[in-house]
């Protein structure tokens, strides 16, 4: 099992708190963190901020997490990857997503409808540009050259590069099926660990139909981390975070999040968190997140209770431990981070 760890985020460059953020990832790095992702919402965008870590760090992979399909082109997307495995000695993944209809259509201005569609595409042509191919392309959303104008077929100058991984965060069944069938990795959320195949299930499944061996996939899914023996200071901060993407994390009619929680085993926790917040019920939204939801979704506790739950997540078929190591300064979520690095070692080394 790896570990990854991701930066940045909604609030994301509120603070201009950057060169701390870096000092901590270096740290990360040091401490043989795998993977370090961006993540890309409405805050800093998923891309300067990791050509600046490609220059100040030497062997962790760099990874997207994720770049939102509708903020960008599909051959500005292949243009961006390419370049970033140039300057990153190959360490770069390129991790893509749909995003959802009220990032989609309220920021970019792009129709939502037909997001597995839209990826399907600009996969299909990120890998034309990935091969050094003239990218020609005729589907439902994009279309090139555009015909009737003075466009034509054009091949990338950058050299061709089809190492480079493609990981896709989803998380409808048809979606993560996709993802079985065509990614070089998963980059979940919402996993359950005791309801794995609510999206495992669903990815292994496109693999296999595609012919694929899954285990040649990476899974990833993960969550906070903070140590300490008793359990409901460190739930309580995780309650609000946890109805929000429930409730708001979409539309009431779309949230990916939520419809994932549901078929993971909390249908009706899910449902009533998500009425109790849409009806303007914040605080009862909170107070209704059950316990067991929180702590199957991060890594909270005693040593040997996270050791557990890392357990768990290997067991379910997890390979790549995404990690949000919490506390009240950088000293006590570098120990945290240090605590379950140490602790995958462990279970690692059980296995060889």
């Known amino acids: 099992m790896k570990v990854s760890i991701a930066f940045g985020g909604p609030a994301s460059g509120k603070k201009r708190d950057w060169d701390i953020q870096v000092e901590f990832l270096r740290e990360a790095e040091q401490m043989g963190v795998d993977i370090i992702w961006s993540a890309e919402a409405w805050g800093m965008d998923g891309v300067t901020t990791l050509a600046y870590l490609a220059a100040v760090t030497n062997e962790v992979q760099l990874g997207t997490g994720i770049l939102q399909i509708s903020a960008r082109t599909p051959v500005m997307t292949a243009m961006t990857a390419l370049s970033m495995a140039a300057i990153s000695e190959d360490r770069f993944i390129l991790g893509l997503g749909v995003s959802g209809p009220q990032v989609v259509e309220g920021l970019h201005g792009v129709p939502f409808h037909q997001p597995l569609t839209r990826l399907r595409e600009t996969v299909d042509i990120v890998r034309q540009a990935f091969a050094g191919e003239k990218i020609n392309y005729e589907g439902s959303h994009h279309l090139l050259p555009l015909p009737g104008g003075e466009g034509k077929a054009l091949r990338l100058a950058q050299p061709a590069n089809e190492q480079i991984p493609i990981w896709l965060a989803t998380l409808g069944p048809k979606s993560l099926e996709y993802t079985g069938q065509v990614a070089d990795g998963w980059a979940g959320t919402s996993f359950v660990p005791s309801g794995a195949a609510a999206t495992l299930g669903h990815v292994q499944q496109g693999a296999v139909g595609a012919g694929r061996d899954p285990s040649a996939i990476e899974y ?76 199957q979704t991060n890594f909270l506790g005693s040593v040997s209770e996270v050791t557990e739950r890392v357990r768990a997540y290997r067991d379910a078929g997890i390979s790549v431990l995404r990690v949000q190591p919490e506390g009240a300064d950088t000293q006590e979520r570098l120990d945290s981070l240090g605590g379950i690095v140490d602790i995958v070692r462990s279970l690692n080394n059980d296995n060889t």
């Open 220 to 295: 990833q899914a993960g969550g906070a981390v903070q140590f300490g023996d008793e359990i409901e200071p460190l739930l309580a901060p995780r309650r609000p975070g946890v109805a929000f993407t429930l409730g708001a994390m979409g539309s009431p009619t779309t949230n990916f999040y939520n419809d994932a929680y549901r078929r993971g085993g909390f249908e009706m926790a899910a449902q009533q968190v998500q009425k109790l917040w849409v009806d303007g019920e914040r605080e009862q939204a909170v107070e209704a997140v059950p316990d067991e939801l929180i702590l």
